[in-house]
């Protein structure tokens, strides 16, 4: 978030997904700004302190999460977001922080990250001196370090602190630290630096927020996380010279990765905030904290903004949104109108005379709402609805009987919802006693059969199957993965030992199944497609099963996520399969097609772009050659089956769309 000072009615707000939103009026009105632009996905907004219209964005979340988004580098804007330019460090993929320089407006730092899914790529602290048209790197290296934060003394701009950041994440798992992460010192304006050990720890550091105090700059303060979700906060009286360990708090929930910023107060002397789940706040520079009062708010804080004229002021950016307190978190005033929900998947029922749309969103449960009304004032929030909370994955509807919903949780937790009667019943498949435990998906598959409306696939490592909307389950397969143990795999090029820097929490449950797919044709012809590159297909309703390696299918590494499988609406024999491979640093799309049950493939993603993620694949159901893609920057549809896409444009905005399905009464796509 970036106030203007001057002028405290205007905001600038970034985020994660869904570009830049401006408001000229505290938040009454939005205006997004950054639509039209290659990249959607934000990870931090500066304003040039000597001209307000001056706007410099980082692309790509500056988090180490599982789902984050991609960006293409740092844009300028010289009239407040009117118009844009990319001004390079276009191979960063995640920015996490901009300082330009409080008396030359030519002369910035940026904190790039780099690649979260592999080495190289445009990481660490890069400098220019002509407002962008060059840049320098004079901090990280070359494969795994990059920087996630800076701070700049007030008193004197050449006096710079920076926090290089190793981590790396595929698949699998994740490690959120290494030798390469420290605290870093330049009095020199960045041309050179030395990195400050002194108090601090010894052993492997990950994600470190940096804060200097406003009343004495002097003082810094440093949140380390350390070994296993460990962590303290450290303070320095002596730019950074010596360190004093003070609490031991670390951002926790989600992971360390996922939060971590320190933010000093600057109206009150050694007052921090600790951006987590639930924010920390101590007044005592780090010695002691406490949760700051968060009734009726959001969890998940990512940023803190203040403004000078208001010392009660706070305006906090979280997973659930904008929330707004006068009184020092006493209160809070929550910023509705601001509309970037990120949602997973989609379904839609049939009901009359308006269908209902559900959607499983990150951090913000399923909702549902109506697709049309018969008021004039059309439809308003209050229309909406949750059908079950935590992050909502996918949402599944039963034809003919708009009141049996189904809607799930992060990995695996789906229940069934009766609409008419509110009831709510958890019906996740469950083990034997004598057999192992199931690992579901972080966005577990759900299929209600074409073949019967009270029929449900649902799937772990194995498929299981339900007659009875999933009073009871049996499964019709074995384990259809490669049921690997994830700790001994490859990362960062090698193997770790235990004693590395894991995040256990922060990885998503890995060999498991990600895609089903029944034929409408033949019923018990099923498909199914996992995380870590195999399909499986069985023609007698999972008596018999035979499986292909994705790294036989042409072009596909061996490495593709199955991101959807769908068999031809129209052809017994045809099936078309949506995979990816960006947790492996590879952003190009793959979509591809069989026309003989999966034995043979040619890829069909025709001239759709490269480093374009492609997510889902629908079908027309009344022309055969109509086919209709989400990809990661927008949709796209073909009318002579994958020769050549044509991207839907109108009012679509740069962003990633995740899901699609078609309301056939209607012929709406949604």
């Not at 999933?470 to 235990?498: A, F, H, Y």
């Not at 020769?643 to 679509?652: A, E, M, P, R, Y």
Request: net charge negative.
């Amino acid at each position: 978030i970036a106030i203007n000072q001057d002028d405290p009615s205007q905001w600038y707000v970034a985020v994660g997904s869904g570009g830049v939103w401006k408001t000229n009026n505290a938040g009454n009105t939005w205006q997004p700004i950054f639509d039209d632009q290659t990249s959607y996905s934000i990870g931090c907004i500066t304003l040039d302190p000597q001209n307000p219209f001056v706007v410099w964005v980082g692309t790509g979340e500056n988090v180490g999460g599982r789902h984050v988004g991609y960006g293409d580098g740092i844009y300028r804007s010289t009239d407040g977001g009117e118009s844009w330019e990319n001004m390079g460090l276009k191979e960063s993929q995640h920015i996490s922080k901009i300082i330009v320089h409080p008396e030359n407006s030519d002369i910035l730092w940026v904190a790039a990250q780099g690649p979260l899914w592999s080495k190289g790529g445009e990481r660490g602290l890069y400098k220019t001196t002509d407002a962008g048209a060059t840049w320098e790197k004079v901090l990280g290296d070359d494969e795994w370090v990059g920087v996630t934060d800076i701070i700049i003394d007030p008193r004197n701009p050449d006096q710079l602190y920076a926090a290089t950041w190793q981590r790396h994440r595929n698949v699998a798992s994740y490690l959120g630290g290494g030798p390469g992460s420290g605290i870093h010192r330049s009095e020199d304006g960045g041309v050179t630096w030395e990195e400050l050990k002194k108090g601090l720890p010894e052993s492997n550091m990950g994600k470190i927020g940096l804060a200097i105090s406003p009343q004495n700059p002097d003082i810094i303060y440093a949140a380390i996380e350390l070994d296993r979700r460990t962590g303290a906060v450290y303070r320095s009286s002596n730019r950074g010279g010596t360190w004093v360990k003070g609490a031991d708090a670390v951002s926790g929930a989600t992971g360390p990765h996922y939060y971590q910023e320190l933010y000093a107060s600057p109206h009150q002397f050694d007052r921090i905030y600790l951006v987590d789940v639930r924010a920390q706040v101590s007044d005592d520079g780090g010695k002691t904290f406490k949760r700051m009062k968060e009734q009726y708010k959001h969890s998940d804080n990512h940023v803190f903004t203040f403004r000078k004229d208001d010392p009660d002021y706070l305006l906090v950016g979280t997973d659930g949104g904008l929330y707004e307190s006068f009184d020092l978190a006493e209160n809070w005033r929550f910023i509705t109108n601001l509309p970037v929900t990120q949602f997973y998947k989609v379904a839609v029922d049939d009901a009359e005379p308006f269908y209902t749309i559900y959607g499983g969103t990150q951090d913000n449960a399923t909702q549902g709402g109506p697709s049309r009304t018969i008021y004039a004032s059309g439809i308003h929030s209050s229309h909406w609805f949750i059908t079950h909370g935590g992050d909502g994955h996918q949402p599944a509807t039963e034809p003919g009987n708009p009141d049996i919903i189904y809607s799930e949780s992060q990995e695996g937790y789906l229940s069934r919802i009766d609409r008419t009667t509110g009831e709510i019943i958890s019906i996740q498949p469950q083990p034997e006693a004598d057999e192992e435990f199931e690992r579901f998906n972080w966005d577990s598959p759900i299929l209600v059969s074409p073949h019967s409306p009270t029929r449900l696939y649902f799937a772990s490592q194995r498929l299981w199957r339900s007659d009875n909307r999933g009073d009871s389950w049996k499964t019709v397969s074995g384990d259809l993965t490669r049921n690997q143990e994830r700790i001994t795999l490859p990362i960062m090029d090698k193997t770790w030992s235990w004693d590395s820097p894991w995040d256990v929490y922060a990885m998503s449950t890995y060999n498991t199944i990600t895609s089903i797919a029944e034929s409408p044709l033949q019923e018990g012809l099923i498909y199914v497609g996992t995380d870590d590159g195999l399909i499986s297909i069985t023609e007698d309703g999972g008596l018999n099963w035979r499986t292909v390696e994705v790294g036989d299918l042409p072009g596909v590494p061996k490495t593709a996520f199955v991101n959807d499988i769908k068999a031809d609406l129209y052809d017994i024999n045809t099936l078309y399969i949506v995979l990816d491979n960006h947790k492996h640093g590879d952003l190009n799309p793959y979509l591809l097609k069989s026309n003989d049950r999966g034995n043979n493939w040619k890829s069909i993603k025709g001239n759709i772009p490269e480093r374009t993620l492609v997510w889902r694949i629908v079908q027309d159901h009344v022309k055969p050659e109509l086919f209709f893609a989400a990809t990661e920057f927008g949709i796209y549809f073909t009318i002579d089956g994958g020769s050549k896409w044509i991207k839907l444009t109108g009012d679509v905005p740069t962003i990633s769309f995740r899901d699609l399905a078609i309301q056939r009464r209607e012929n709406d796509l949604v």
